[in-house]
């Protein structure tokens, strides 16, 4: 955290609406504006430890109001980056790659804002520059990848991912691109190989790893591995949302729908506005014969997301429908 600030420590320039009272203003004057800057400063540098963004956020700005920094600039565009608010950093990170075109890390930051909001023809344009000045640097045809995974031309990311791993085998994030790339080609056991080769790695056992192994091994029909995958996803994080409902799925599709059910309620019990839980375990409820929990799971899901209204009313319809019919299907009067 805060390399921006290292790289444009002592960079600074006064505010141009500030020029003309600088000629008037005390030393004394000087000195407050100055402690003030550094205050604000310091306070969002903590405050961005402690992932208090909004916080952080206003602390940035109101140094930057004291003194033009380059280094709360960059600060501030780290602080987006690391909120996934990379539209927000971008421009920022834009105008202090006009003054410093020379900083790798800021490139490199670039690439990753415009990941964030998915402008790829940006990365593309940020990699080829920087594979420009230098050419040995593997983020070059990193993003390179990752800019052509985005527009979906997945013959080109495999083949520059294949390039990058061959130069630097031990770079991690090339074999979990590759993998993402073959998994969405339906290449799985091309794919498995890659993504086995990053859980074997040092810190390779991450949650997005054994998420993709996990769906890897679901795709290749090798429920039990991927029920494991997504089990060891849990253990590192046992709110790991993503995880809970592939186990759910899974489970429940294999016939343990009392392991699902609970794992549901679990998950429910933990973190109640987990919309995705209790439409999940309304789909089992209704599997289940127990219309009228589903109905109240649906219920509470719509009230959590009603964003989704439109696309879990069609499940109400489609849940109504059925137990319409069962109920006619016991009615010998047929009404």
Request: hydrophobic share 35%.
């Amino acid at each position: 955290m805060g390399f921006f600030n290292k790289i444009f420590k002592g960079r600074t320039t006064t505010p141009e609406h500030h020029s003309a009272d600088n000629q008037s203003e005390t030393s004394e004057e000087s000195k407050d504006r100055n402690a003030e800057f550094e205050t604000l400063r310091d306070d969002g540098i903590r405050a961005m430890r402690i992932s208090e963004v909004d916080y952080a956020e206003r602390c940035f700005e109101a140094a930057l109001q004291r003194k033009d920094d380059d280094g709360i600039k960059g600060l501030l565009a780290e602080l987006y980056i690391q909120s996934q608010c990379g539209e927000k950093a971008l421009p920022i990170l834009e105008a202090l790659i006009q003054k410093h075109p020379h900083e790798t890390k800021l490139r490199i930051a670039a690439m990753q804002a415009a990941g964030q909001c998915s402008d790829w023809d940006r990365m593309e344009t940020e990699a080829s520059e920087l594979q420009r000045q230098e050419p040995d640097n593997p983020n070059a045809l990193y993003f390179q990848a990752q800019a052509a995974y985005g527009k979906g031309n997945d013959i080109a990311a495999v083949a520059l991912l294949t390039q990058l791993s061959k130069d630097h085998p031990d770079l991690k994030q090339p074999y979990l691109l590759r993998a993402k790339t073959l998994y969405r080609m339906q290449q799985y056991g091309e794919a498995l190989k890659d993504i086995e080769t990053v859980v074997g790695m040092k810190d390779g056992k991450d949650e997005e790893s054994l998420l993709l192994q996990g769906d890897i091994l679901n795709a290749m029909g090798l429920t039990n591995k991927a029920l494991q995958s997504y089990e060891e996803v849990n253990a590192l994080d046992p709110f790991n949302r993503e995880a809970i409902i592939k186990r759910g799925a899974l489970l429940a599709g294999t016939g343990h729908n009392d392991k699902a059910l609970s794992l549901y309620n679990d998950a429910i019990e933990l973190q109640p506005d987990f919309a995705q839980a209790y439409k999940a375990r309304g789909g089992l409820r209704l599997k289940l014969h127990d219309e009228a929990g589903a109905a109240d799971d649906l219920k509470k899901a719509l009230e959590l997301r009603p964003e989704e209204g439109h696309r879990i009313n069609g499940e109400y319809s489609t849940l109504q429908n059925e137990m319409n019919a069962r109920y006619r299907a016991n009615n010998p009067f047929n009404f």
